[in-house]
């Protein structure tokens, strides 16, 4: 496994490169939707493919319907989240000039790809991989066929469309350095159709939940962009801080105060101690006043937009369609390539 300081200056050098040269780049990124959007999303991934957007680069956007699956035994609000998410997207500024949004469930080709890949990692090499095992903790279950072979059935997220640029938060990085052992081996064993694609490593990849812990939909502790600013005010006014009037950044000793003070932070565009310093003695409930506050301006002209697009029905149904459409003529095209390559062609 390759270090975390060679991922992150390759993923520097590649960010200069996408400034010089968008057109040299195809960005493949999604997204599970196993709930509502919410801050770390957009601090860890939305924000950093808006400025790619604005760079010019084009961009596939996968919500990985299938995955939902690698640890749940129920597709209820798959649906529902899925559609919640295209909503969020486009309030968000995503141009669908420049970006696909599609579901995975939705493209055969894509899935097949899985296949072949398979073959190319061993099953050791699956069982050792730290997002596979972090998921299967966090599970409390059995492993899933499908959990442990996530990290191939995500580089055939990514090499279908021949990404090669994949902008992350850090609890991914390693599911982008299988894909690249994947691309490596069937390059080397069936000649050249892949590229090796860089992990974008975003600038706040690690946005903390309301508890100190990571902003997490399965530890409740999130603030999703779809929430009313009344709704966000409740969740801000539940956190768990302490009895000290004077605020402090001390994630380690106050984890419940740290953590506000982070996300008002990132929405005002400070560092937590400025904030820290501003609230001073105010104590906890001011702290909570001041971080809603930050963050229902901050999400304000969002919500705004994602309420008049959600007045218009069959609009994400459309933006889908199309998605998939797109996406499906791409990874038909990408098979019959890997098809050629492995003469399989009958
Ligand atoms: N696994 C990612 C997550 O948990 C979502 C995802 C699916 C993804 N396919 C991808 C991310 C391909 C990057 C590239 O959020």
Same mark, same amino acid.
């Not at 270090?3 to 040299?24: G, I, K």
């Not at 899925?82 to 995975?104: N, S, W």
């Not at 502790?221 to 801080?241: C, K």
């Given at each position: $496994? #390759?270090?975390?300081?060679?991922?992150?200056?390759?993923?520097?050098?590649?960010?200069?490169?996408?400034?010089?040269?968008?057109?040299?780049?195809?960005?493949?990124?999604?997204?599970?939707?196993?709930?509502? +959007?919410?801050? /770390?999303?957009?601090?860890?991934?939305?924000?950093?493919?808006?400025?790619? %957007?604005?760079?010019?680069?084009?961009?596939?956007?996968?919500?990985?319907?299938?995955?939902?699956?690698?640890?749940?035994?129920?597709? *209820?609000?798959?649906?529902?989240?899925?559609?919640?998410?295209?909503?969020?997207?486009?309030?968000?500024? $995503?141009? +669908?000039? %420049?970006?696909?949004?599609?579901?995975? =469930? =939705?493209?055969?080709?894509? @899935?097949?790809?899985?296949?072949?890949?398979?073959?190319?990692?061993?099953? *050791?090499?699956?069982?050792?991989?730290?997002?596979?095992?972090?998921?299967?903790?966090?599970?409390?279950?059995?492993?899933?066929?499908?959990?442990?072979?996530?990290?191939?059935?995500?580089?055939?997220?990514?090499?279908?469309?021949?990404?090669?640029?994949?902008?992350? /938060?850090?609890?991914?990085?390693?599911?982008?350095?299988?894909?690249?052992?994947?691309?490596?081996?069937?390059?080397?064993?069936?000649?050249?159709?892949?590229?090796?694609?860089?992990?974008?490593?975003?600038?706040?990849?690690?946005?903390?939940?309301?508890?100190?812990? &990571?902003?997490? &939909?399965?530890?409740? @502790?999130?603030?999703?962009? =779809? $929430?009313?600013?009344? #709704?966000?005010?409740?969740?801000?006014?539940?956190? %768990?801080?302490? %009895? #000290?009037?004077?605020?402090?950044?001390?994630? #380690?000793?106050?984890?419940?105060?740290?953590?506000?003070?982070?996300?008002?932070?990132?929405?005002?565009?400070? !560092?937590?101690?400025?904030?820290?310093?501003?609230?001073?003695?105010?104590?906890?409930?001011?702290? &909570?006043?001041?971080? *809603?506050? *930050?963050?229902?301006?901050?999400?304000?002209?969002?919500?705004?937009?994602?309420?008049?697009?959600?007045?218009?029905?069959?609009?994400?149904?459309?933006?889908?369609?199309?998605? @998939?459409?797109?996406?499906?003529?791409?990874?038909?095209?990408?098979?019959?390539?890997?098809? !050629?390559?492995?003469?399989?062609?009958?």
């Amino acid at each position: $496994m #390759e270090s975390f300081a060679t991922t992150a200056l390759r993923s520097d050098a590649v960010a200069a490169a996408a400034s010089q040269h968008p057109e040299h780049f195809r960005v493949l990124t999604g997204e599970r939707p196993t709930g509502p +959007l919410h801050l /770390g999303h957009y601090f860890g991934s939305i924000r950093e493919r808006l400025r790619l %957007q604005q760079l010019g680069v084009e961009t596939f956007l996968v919500l990985a319907d299938y995955q939902v699956i690698t640890d749940r035994d129920t597709t *209820a609000h798959v649906r529902e989240n899925v559609y919640g998410a295209v909503l969020d997207y486009l309030a968000a500024g $995503m141009d +669908l000039d %420049q970006t696909t949004i599609f579901t995975h =469930s =939705s493209v055969p080709a894509l @899935n097949q790809l899985m296949l072949p890949f398979l073959s190319l990692v061993t099953e *050791a090499e699956l069982h050792r991989n730290p997002t596979v095992k972090a998921e299967l903790a966090a599970s409390g279950r059995a492993l899933s066929g499908l959990l442990l072979t996530y990290p191939v059935h995500q580089a055939a997220d990514i090499l279908f469309c021949k990404g090669n640029l994949v902008p992350v /938060g850090k609890d991914n990085l390693p599911h982008v350095e299988m894909t690249r052992v994947i691309a490596r081996r069937f390059n080397a064993r069936y000649g050249e159709v892949f590229p090796i694609p860089d992990a974008l490593i975003t600038s706040s990849p690690e946005v903390p939940g309301l508890d100190g812990r &990571k902003m997490s &939909k399965s530890y409740g @502790n999130t603030i999703a962009l =779809s $929430m009313t600013a009344d #709704e966000t005010v409740a969740v801000i006014r539940q956190t %768990q801080t302490d %009895q #000290e009037r004077r605020i402090t950044f001390d994630p #380690e000793r106050r984890p419940g105060v740290s953590a506000l003070l982070s996300t008002a932070a990132l929405c005002l565009g400070l !560092e937590p101690t400025q904030v820290a310093d501003d609230v001073g003695d105010g104590g906890s409930s001011e702290l &909570k006043n001041v971080t *809603a506050m *930050a963050v229902n301006e901050f999400l304000g002209p969002l919500r705004k937009r994602r309420q008049q697009l959600a007045v218009h029905e069959g609009l994400v149904h459309e933006v889908l369609k199309r998605g @998939n459409e797109v996406a499906n003529h791409v990874a038909e095209n990408t098979l019959t390539e890997v098809r !050629e390559a492995m003469r399989t062609v009958y």
